[in-house]
Each structure stands twice: as structure tokens, then as C-alpha cells.
């Protein structure tokens, strides 16, 4: 493989540093007009770069990791040599070594890409995500162990009055309101605090991308972390630093199931779980002003944890109001299908926007799997974007393999910051979907998913497309709760595995936890002490300089206890005044502050002096009595003894022994008639005292 290196960097070499006569993505995947394409293609013609766009992406690709210095890909491994029947963890433990295998066949050790970070391992997916440069692609490429390499995509939000448009009023749908379902909303963040969403949100998480050196990609994870299941891990992201989008995912769960009165999304009752999928990237690679879009790798992830979660939470449906790309039909090769098939085994739609680039053939991705639910746009009243009401907007991608519509312009709903704002796209036309889902999954709780897709596409409106003659149902939840029962639904439906025992999940946040009195204070620490929360899963710590908690000392601020009723606190400044509180948190929520408990850590001290010894007295010929003046601020001594007067060996048990706060010590052991050098130090918290002056002491001979 070095070989193979050699040559592409002299075939780009003589190219040039301009990169003059690059193919474009689209351009013609036959055409050979430049070195720069020959020299890619005697690389690419046997590798699997992918099955979407053939030669041209694989060219492309591999451009862009030239000229960029890395690009994000995802690898596909083989499965062949997996044991048949073995069970789920037995597959990702060979998986893992595969992969750990594969990595260090290529140079890259410690699972971490070319730029340090780790490697994007899945639980589902046979494969992972990384950042790599041209000459790891054609590596990865070549490896027998490997089925295909292709883009990492990053997909933006699907962006651009309706719960009456699709039947409901006051959100209520024959007495059905989602009560007791979840739907998982993978977006920018949920604000769990505004009035529509407060207790809403029983899980969260997020997953989201650092970049290379050369990609300026940020997490939008708390702290910068790539992966996150702690409270608050769902947090919007900043709008003023990452732009409007950051409050697209509160605006989407609002939407699913949003609960305040008069003003109710479509499963009033229902619950949310909220995943942050989105990473932020710099102007420009967003046509001037930064952005933020969900990398393919993250929103896998995403899904894996809905499904870790199913146990726990009777999970209607995932959203995902993203995506991009076209494709004029099913793309079954798409790394997201692995998942979206494995959540629909258990009864989860995951239902996915279609995209708004106003395509009357093709659809976004991944929108485009087959087992995914698609949904597209209409109108309930006529704007730019729409002839009228339930005629289907301008710009939502549609195609003769998209399943269904829901409404999607000038829809109100809850923003970030306690708002609320009227947006346009196929992201408003999803969550209506799964907040429907939620409803007929309250009503038909074993109902799977194509039962439940049929119900909404037998019964929804027909609705005509003027652009493409295409007709396709716009959901009607009342009418799909009817024919459902109709269709009289089984209590287990055929095919589909017994609901699983669902966990007991706490309907209320646990009450604050009284603070204790701090113990251990010391100069530069102290330990927090609170009394433990029997409904609590963990705790979470602020500690500050002053009683308001306006100056929090770094590390200390909302910092996640997961177990315990202690934490040592370090770091201080000596006489210094210090506050902290604590709250106490479940799936339920996070209680409200504790009692403030104050001290003050104690000044500093300094090191001792160097002690002086005394003569040593009652010499025999095996040992003699030794004995110092006390050191004022001293807690104890350390003694060595040697033969040698420059300490160049010690005897055994007399090196750097330490006698507590004694200020005497009989030596024994020792030979007759010997010279002995001895040494003193005195020591405290603040550090060790520089050696006594050393005296000597013979021995006796008799």
C-alpha cells in the first residue's frame, strides 16, 4: 500500500497545487479529461466506494479529501466471517475486533483517525464513521474485510394552523391524546423548560461530530463531547452563534406533542425523548454564515439509542425532520437502514421528512429507505408556497414511493427561549405524522407498523399533486382509529414478537435533597455532603463564590453525580468563602435546588523550617537513642540513616521513614563498632522541610 502512495502523490504532484480541471460531483463519470481523473481511476477501478453515483462519487470523494485534507466517511464492513446464530453482543464483540483488526491493518492505531479522534463505532450498522485523508479512503477501499467506503453526509433540517387540518380538536383525537406513548424527536436539541414542553422530556441525549484540523466541525454536545445520555445533554444549541436552526427541534417535539392550554400539538399527552444529532459547521461550508447539519454517523446513532430505550419507554416513533440528497427511488444501500429496520421489528416507525427542494420525482435521504416512513407537505391555506388548503406545497419533494403527507406550512409551534414562530417545510409535516402515530399507538398499542401505515394511507384525504399527477393520502387520525377498529387489530399481532414488560418510569422529578455541612475542608479542597433521594437517579452540584451563584467556580457548575451523597471539591483558594447547593434528578425531571451550605477553606501553610537533632545519646554497640527540637507547624518527621555521608544508599527501614509527630527514636540493629550519618525532616500539609544539618554517631565496639 505504500507503493500504491508513492504513485498517487507523484500523479498528483504533477498536477499541480491548483487542482486545475478537478471533476465536478456531477459531471460526466465516463469522461477522462485530465491526469488528475487518470490518476484517481487507476486507484478507484476495483475499490467499493459506495453504490450511490458510482465513478463520479467515488472520483469526487476522493478529490475532496485531497483538496479539504480529510473528509468524514463511513466504512461498511463485511459480515462474512461473523458466526452464524450468534447472539446480539457476540456479533458487536467480533465486530469489534474487526474493526480494531481492520484499523491497525491500515496505521491507525488505538481506534482513532489521522486527526486523533476516536473512530465512530455502531451498535447496528456493521461498520463506522471517521475523518479521513485520500490515501486512508484508497487503504480502506482496498481491504478485503471491506464492503463499500462512502461520505459521512451532513444533512441539514428540512426547513423552508394545523392540528384542526388533520381532524383533531383540542388535540384530541376520540378521547386518544398519546398518553402513556413516547416519540423520540432526533433534531437540534428540545428546550425541556418552555411552558408547552415542561416535564415532557423523559430522556435525552446527544451525538454529535468534532472536527479535523482542516474542517472547523464543532460538537454541539455540553462540553464538546461526541456523546452524551446525562440530563441537559439535549440542549438547544446557541441560536445566536449557530443561527436560527438551533430552535428547529423544540419547534418539531412542540409540534408532536406540545401541551398548554388552548394551544396543543397533535399527542398532547404524550411524552418526548430528545436526541441532539446536530453538529456546527463555519461559514464557509454554509454559504456564508455558520450552520449546523446532522452528520449520517450521528443520526445512526441517534436511532441506536431509541432502541437501546425501547424497553424502558413504550416508543411509538422516531422523528426526523432532516435530510437531503435525491433519489428517484428506494436507497436500501443507505447505512441508516440497518436501524430504522431493526426499531420497526419492535413496533417504532421511524418517520422521516421528505425534503423541501421541491423534487417531483425523488426524495431526500432517508426518507428514501423502504422501511422508513416518508412524508411530505400540504397547505391548509393558500400562501406562496400553496394553491390552497390540502394542496401539497411547492417545495416538498414528492414521488410515486412517498407514503404520506401531513401539513406543513405556517405551522405555529414552541421555540427556544419560551416563543413561539410560524415555519414552513416538510419538518413541520413529520411531527404531525408521529404525533398521530402516538395517538393510534395509545388506542392499538400492539399494533405494528405497516398496521398502522395502512390505517393512515386507507383513510387519509387523497390529495392531488398539480406538478406531478401524483395523489397521496394526507393523514386523518379519526378516521384511521376507525378503520382500525374495523379492522379489529389482534392483540398480538402476527409476526410480531409479544410487547416487551415496559419499566417503571417516575411520573414526577424527586424533591430537592437537603445539603449537609461540608467536611475535610482543607486549604485548596473541602468535600459537599447532602442526604440521599430514594427516588433519585443521580445529583447534580454547583459550587460558587458567592450565595447567588454568579460566580461558579470551573468544574463545579451543574457537574452530574451519578451515584453518591459526596464529592470532594478541589482546586480552591485558600481563605476563601465558598457556597454550594444540590439537586436531585430522575427520568422524570430535575428537582429544585437544595439548601445552601457555606465555609470558608482554611489559609494557607506554609512548609516547616528544617528541624536540628540532638547529640545522640545511650550509644551501645547496636543502636543509640535520637532526639530533635519540635518545628512549629510541623505534623511530622521523616529519618534517614546511612553508612555513607552522602546518603548514597540508606539503611534498610531508615529510608525516608516516617515517625508521625514524635520528637524522639531508638535506632537498633545496627553493627558494632560503626560510623552512622543521620538526617531529619519535618513535614505538614503545605509541602516538606529542607533536610537537618547531618550528624554522626559511631557505635560501641563492646
Same mark, same amino acid.
Given at each position: 500500500m505504500i507503493g500504491q502512495h508513492i504513485v498517487l502523490m507523484l500523479a498528483l504532484v504533477m498536477i499541480g497545487g491548483a487542482h486545475a480541471g478537478m471533476p465536478e460531483a456531477e459531471g460526466d463519470p465516463s469522461a477522462r479529461a485530465t491526469d488528475w481523473e487518470f490518476a484517481i481511476d487507476q486507484f478507484t477501478s476495483a475499490a467499493r466506494l459506495g453504490h450511490r453515483n458510482a465513478a463520479a462519487a467515488q472520483r469526487a470523494l476522493l478529490a475532496r479529501a485531497w483538496a479539504d485534507g480529510t473528509v468524514r466517511i463511513i466504512v461498511r464492513m463485511k459480515d462474512s466471517q461473523i458466526k452464524t446464530g450468534s447472539v446480539a453482543a457476540d456479533v458487536r464483540a467480533q465486530r469489534a475486533a474487526k474493526r480494531r483488526e481492520l484499523l491497525d491493518a491500515v496505521g491507525l492505531r488505538l481506534s482513532r483517525d489521522r486527526s486523533g479522534l476516536p473512530v465512530k463505532a455502531f451498535e447496528q450498522f456493521a461498520g463506522f464513521a471517521m475523518w479521513a485523508d485520500a490515501f486512508d479512503i484508497l487503504d480502506l477501499a482496498a481491504h478485503p474485510d471491506v464492503a463499500e467506503v462512502i461520505e459521512d453526509v451532513p444533512y441539514p433540517p428540512a426547513l423552508l394552523e394545523s392540528v384542526p387540518l388533520i381532524g383533531a380538536l383540542a388535540a384530541s383525537f376520540s378521547g386518544y391524546t398519546g398518553l402513556g406513548q413516547t416519540v423520540a424527536v432526533l433534531d437540534t436539541g428540545v428546550d425541556k423548560h418552555h411552558p408547552q414542553l415542561v416535564g415532557k422530556v423523559v430522556s435525552e441525549a446527544c451525538y454529535s461530530t468534532n472536527g479535523s484540523f482542516w474542517s472547523g466541525v464543532v460538537s454541539l454536545c455540553p462540553n464538546r463531547v461526541t456523546a452524551s445520555t446525562a440530563v441537559g445533554a439535549a440542549q438547544p444549541c446557541n441560536v445566536a452563534q449557530w443561527g436560527s436552526s438551533c430552535h428547529h427541534g423544540t419547534h418539531v417535539a412542540g409540534i408532536v406533542a406540545g401541551h398548554q392550554d388552548g394551544y396543543s400539538g397533535v399527542a398532547k399527552d404524550a411524552n418526548i425523548i430528545a436526541i441532539q444529532v446536530f453538529s456546527a459547521f463555519p461559514s464557509s461550508q454554509c454559504g456564508g454564515s455558520p450552520c449546523v447539519m446532522a452528520y449520517t454517523s450521528d443520526i445512526i446513532k441517534g436511532l441506536e439509542r431509541v432502541l437501546a430505550l425501547h424497553q424502558n419507554y413504550r416508543i411509538a416513533a422516531a422523528n426526523?425532520?432532516?435530510?437531503?440528497?435525491?433519489? *428517484?427511488?428506494?436507497?436500501?444501500?443507505?447505512?441508516?437502514?440497518?436501524?430504522?429496520?431493526?426499531?420497526?421489528?419492535?413496533?417504532?416507525?421511524?418517520?422521516?421528512?421528505?425534503?423541501?427542494?421541491?423534487?417531483?420525482?425523488?426524495?431526500?435521504?432517508?426518507?428514501?429507505?423502504?422501511?422508513?416512513?416518508?412524508?411530505?407537505?400540504?397547505?391548509? *391555506?393558500?400562501?406562496?408556497?400553496?394553491?390552497?388548503?390540502?394542496?401539497?406545497?411547492?417545495?416538498?419533494?414528492?414521488?410515486?414511493?412517498?407514503?404520506?403527507?401531513?401539513?406543513?406550512?405556517?405551522? *405555529?409551534?414552541?421555540?427556544?427561549?419560551?416563543?413561539?414562530?410560524?415555519?414552513?417545510?416538510?419538518?413541520?409535516?413529520?411531527?404531525?405524522?408521529?404525533?398521530?402515530?402516538?395517538?393510534?399507538?395509545?388506542?392499538?398499542?400492539?399494533?405494528?407498523?405497516?398496521?398502522?401505515?395502512?390505517?393512515?394511507?386507507?383513510?387519509?384525504?387523497? $390529495?392531488?399533486?398539480?406538478?406531478?399527477?401524483?395523489?397521496?393520502?394526507?393523514?386523518?387520525?379519526?378516521?384511521?382509529?376507525?378503520?382500525?377498529?374495523?379492522?379489529? $387489530?389482534?392483540?398480538?399481532?402476527?409476526?410480531?414478537?409479544?410487547?416487551?414488560?415496559? $419499566?417503571?418510569?417516575?411520573?414526577?422529578?424527586?424533591?430537592?435533597?437537603?445539603?449537609?455541612?461540608?467536611?475535610?475542608?482543607?486549604?485548596?479542597?473541602?468535600?459537599?455532603?447532602?442526604?440521599?433521594?430514594?427516588?433519585?437517579?443521580?445529583?447534580?452540584?454547583?459550587?460558587?463564590?458567592?450565595?447567588?451563584?454568579?460566580?461558579?467556580?470551573?468544574g463545579y457548575l451543574d457537574l452530574d453525580i451519578k451515584n453518591g451523597t459526596?464529592?470532594?471539591?478541589?482546586?480552591?483558594?485558600?481563605? *476563601?468563602?465558598?457556597?454550594?447547593?444540590?439537586?436531585?434528578?430522575?427520568?422524570?425531571?430535575?428537582?429544585?435546588?437544595?439548601?445552601?451550605?457555606?465555609?470558608?477553606?482554611?489559609?494557607?501553610?506554609?512548609?516547616?523550617?528544617?528541624?536540628?537533632?540532638?547529640?545522640?545519646?545511650?550509644?551501645?554497640?547496636?543502636?543509640?537513642?535520637?532526639?530533635?527540637?519540635?518545628?512549629?507547624?510541623?505534623?511530622?518527621?521523616?529519618?534517614?540513616?546511612?553508612?555513607?555521608?552522602?546518603?548514597?544508599?540508606?539503611?534498610?527501614?531508615?529510608?525516608?521513614?516516617?515517625?508521625?509527630?514524635?520528637?524522639?527514636?531508638?535506632?537498633?540493629?545496627?553493627?558494632?563498632?560503626?560510623?552512622?550519618?543521620?538526617?531529619?525532616?519535618?513535614?505538614?500539609?503545605?509541602?516538606?522541610?529542607?533536610?537537618?544539618? $547531618?550528624?554522626?554517631?559511631?557505635?560501641?565496639?563492646?
Amino acid at each position: 500500500m505504500i507503493g500504491q502512495h508513492i504513485v498517487l502523490m507523484l500523479a498528483l504532484v504533477m498536477i499541480g497545487g491548483a487542482h486545475a480541471g478537478m471533476p465536478e460531483a456531477e459531471g460526466d463519470p465516463s469522461a477522462r479529461a485530465t491526469d488528475w481523473e487518470f490518476a484517481i481511476d487507476q486507484f478507484t477501478s476495483a475499490a467499493r466506494l459506495g453504490h450511490r453515483n458510482a465513478a463520479a462519487a467515488q472520483r469526487a470523494l476522493l478529490a475532496r479529501a485531497w483538496a479539504d485534507g480529510t473528509v468524514r466517511i463511513i466504512v461498511r464492513m463485511k459480515d462474512s466471517q461473523i458466526k452464524t446464530g450468534s447472539v446480539a453482543a457476540d456479533v458487536r464483540a467480533q465486530r469489534a475486533a474487526k474493526r480494531r483488526e481492520l484499523l491497525d491493518a491500515v496505521g491507525l492505531r488505538l481506534s482513532r483517525d489521522r486527526s486523533g479522534l476516536p473512530v465512530k463505532a455502531f451498535e447496528q450498522f456493521a461498520g463506522f464513521a471517521m475523518w479521513a485523508d485520500a490515501f486512508d479512503i484508497l487503504d480502506l477501499a482496498a481491504h478485503p474485510d471491506v464492503a463499500e467506503v462512502i461520505e459521512d453526509v451532513p444533512y441539514p433540517p428540512a426547513l423552508l394552523e394545523s392540528v384542526p387540518l388533520i381532524g383533531a380538536l383540542a388535540a384530541s383525537f376520540s378521547g386518544y391524546t398519546g398518553l402513556g406513548q413516547t416519540v423520540a424527536v432526533l433534531d437540534t436539541g428540545v428546550d425541556k423548560h418552555h411552558p408547552q414542553l415542561v416535564g415532557k422530556v423523559v430522556s435525552e441525549a446527544c451525538y454529535s461530530t468534532n472536527g479535523s484540523f482542516w474542517s472547523g466541525v464543532v460538537s454541539l454536545c455540553p462540553n464538546r463531547v461526541t456523546a452524551s445520555t446525562a440530563v441537559g445533554a439535549a440542549q438547544p444549541c446557541n441560536v445566536a452563534q449557530w443561527g436560527s436552526s438551533c430552535h428547529h427541534g423544540t419547534h418539531v417535539a412542540g409540534i408532536v406533542a406540545g401541551h398548554q392550554d388552548g394551544y396543543s400539538g397533535v399527542a398532547k399527552d404524550a411524552n418526548i425523548i430528545a436526541i441532539q444529532v446536530f453538529s456546527a459547521f463555519p461559514s464557509s461550508q454554509c454559504g456564508g454564515s455558520p450552520c449546523v447539519m446532522a452528520y449520517t454517523s450521528d443520526i445512526i446513532k441517534g436511532l441506536e439509542r431509541v432502541l437501546a430505550l425501547h424497553q424502558n419507554y413504550r416508543i411509538a416513533a422516531a422523528n426526523l425532520s432532516l435530510g437531503g440528497g435525491r433519489y *428517484t427511488s428506494h436507497c436500501d444501500q443507505d447505512p441508516h437502514k440497518e436501524v430504522i429496520d431493526a426499531l420497526r421489528e419492535r413496533g417504532i416507525a421511524t418517520i422521516v421528512a421528505s425534503g423541501n427542494a421541491g423534487y417531483v420525482n425523488a426524495l431526500g435521504a432517508p426518507a428514501c429507505v423502504s422501511t422508513a416512513v416518508s412524508v411530505g407537505s400540504t397547505c391548509d *391555506t393558500q400562501t406562496t408556497h400553496c394553491a390552497g388548503v390540502d394542496a401539497v406545497a411547492s417545495y416538498s419533494n414528492s414521488a410515486a414511493f412517498l407514503d404520506l403527507l401531513g401539513p406543513g406550512s405556517l405551522i *405555529t409551534s414552541a421555540v427556544a427561549g419560551g416563543g413561539y414562530q410560524s415555519w414552513h417545510g416538510t419538518s413541520m409535516a413529520a411531527p404531525h405524522v408521529a404525533g398521530a402515530w402516538a395517538v393510534l399507538k395509545e388506542a392499538y398499542p400492539t399494533a405494528g407498523v405497516d398496521q398502522i401505515l395502512a390505517a393512515l394511507q386507507e383513510t387519509g384525504k387523497p $390529495v392531488a399533486d398539480l406538478s406531478t399527477g401524483i395523489t397521496k393520502p394526507r393523514i386523518r387520525p379519526d378516521a384511521a382509529l376507525a378503520w382500525l377498529e374495523r379492522e379489529s $387489530v389482534p392483540v398480538s399481532e402476527p409476526g410480531l414478537p409479544e410487547p416487551e414488560p415496559v $419499566v417503571s418510569i417516575p411520573v414526577m422529578p424527586p424533591q430537592a435533597p437537603v445539603a449537609h455541612p461540608a467536611s475535610n475542608v482543607a486549604a485548596d479542597r473541602f468535600r459537599a455532603n447532602w442526604a440521599d433521594v430514594s427516588e433519585a437517579l443521580g445529583y447534580r452540584l454547583d459550587v460558587a463564590t458567592d450565595s447567588a451563584f454568579q460566580s461558579g467556580v470551573p468544574g463545579y457548575l451543574d457537574l452530574d453525580i451519578k451515584n453518591g451523597t459526596n464529592r470532594s471539591v478541589s482546586g480552591l483558594t485558600a481563605g *476563601t468563602s465558598y457556597f454550594y447547593r444540590v439537586r436531585a434528578y430522575n427520568d422524570a425531571g430535575v428537582s429544585g435546588n437544595s439548601n445552601v451550605q457555606t465555609l470558608t477553606t482554611r489559609d494557607a501553610v506554609a512548609a516547616p523550617g528544617a528541624p536540628s537533632l540532638r547529640a545522640p545519646t545511650n550509644v551501645t554497640s547496636n543502636g543509640f537513642r535520637l532526639s530533635w527540637e519540635p518545628v512549629e507547624g510541623a505534623s511530622g518527621y521523616r529519618l534517614d540513616i546511612s553508612t555513607w555521608s552522602t546518603f548514597r544508599t540508606r539503611l534498610a527501614g531508615y529510608n525516608d521513614l516516617d515517625l508521625g509527630s514524635q520528637t524522639q527514636r531508638t535506632v537498633t540493629g545496627l553493627r558494632r563498632a560503626t560510623t552512622y550519618y543521620v538526617r531529619l525532616r519535618a513535614y505538614n500539609a503545605a509541602g516538606v522541610s529542607a533536610h537537618s544539618p $547531618v550528624i554522626s554517631v559511631r557505635t560501641a565496639f563492646w
